[in-house]
């Protein structure tokens, strides 16, 4: 297993969510510190899905269609698939697997041709979304951080 993104990191979204929660309509600039953030993220978790050999991401179904489940944590991961009922026990194991940043950002965005029109994070906990179209944004605030 991928190790995991450090606490103080995954904490931080917790405190983004809030602020986004508690920002007036309209106003982005807490939903974009949010994105910030898990563009900070060295991995990305997802449950997977699928036999080893065609491995897929969890996704969900929303009014605008397909989205990915994306991780901050393998614990917040496991804890979804228990709440989400894939798991087939309290003491089962949940199949996860984690993709390095900024792999994990082309990674999500080739889903575009099965039709996953997006991204949304730590569902069910946090649950904010992003398009996949708006990936790119991210992608850029990675290279950008990069340089």
């Known amino acids: 297993m991928t190790t995991d993104n450090s606490p103080e990191l995954v904490a931080e979204l917790d405190r983004l969510d809030e602020a ?4 007036p309509a309209g106003d982005t600039a807490a939903q974009i510190a949010l994105w910030r ?3 900070c993220l060295e991995h990305w978790f997802f449950i997977a899905r699928g036999s080893t050999d065609r491995l897929r991401p ?22 979804a698939a228990r709440v989400l009922g894939l798991v087939d026990s309290e003491g089962g194991t949940v199949p996860l697997y984690g993709v390095p940043m900024p792999a994990a950002v082309d990674y999500v965005a080739s889903f575009d ?18 398009p996949l179209a708006n990936l790119g944004v991210l992608k850029g605030w990675i290279e950008g951080a990069a340089r």
């Open 20 to 23: 986004v929660k508690a920002a």
């Open 37 to 39: 953030q898990v563009a």
């Open 58 to 79: 969890y996704a969900v179904a929303s009014e605008q269609g397909p989205m990915i489940c994306l991780y901050s944590s393998s614990a917040r991961a496991n804890e």
């Open 113 to 130: 041709k099965t039709g996953v029109v997006g991204v949304t994070l730590d569902h069910p906990r946090i649950g904010h979304y992003i």
